[in-house]
């Protein structure tokens, strides 16, 4: 879908794509931004997700661990301590995962703050290295 808006766009020159583990197949230390949509939904919500979620989306794009921060503890292993001064790493986030979310990103990052929802919940955690 990313690569067919793209090409719909007119960007496809300005834009590349990379399928890897994390950041096994790119140099973190050569990026500004780093957008990553990991998952985040703890395995003990499974049975409270509804059909049309878990129904179009595959379950390792959804779940990652009892707590829901399995990824986010591994991109912290990976990318603490390599990308440059001021690279800026922006996620997608459960509002109940914000304290915990500081706390794996603080010992490596210049600042931590949560962008609210339209709502007015911590949706977006933003990280300055």
Known sequence: VAHVNVMRLGVGERVGFVQADLSSAVRVDSFAVILANLPY????????ISVEVCGFEPHLALFSGDDGLDCYRRLV???AGRVRPGTILLCEIDPSQDVELRRLFLPWAARVDLVQDYSGANRVLVVVF
């Open 41 to 48: 939904v703890p395995l003990s919500a499974l049975e409270d």
């Open 77 to 79: 292993r990976e990318i």
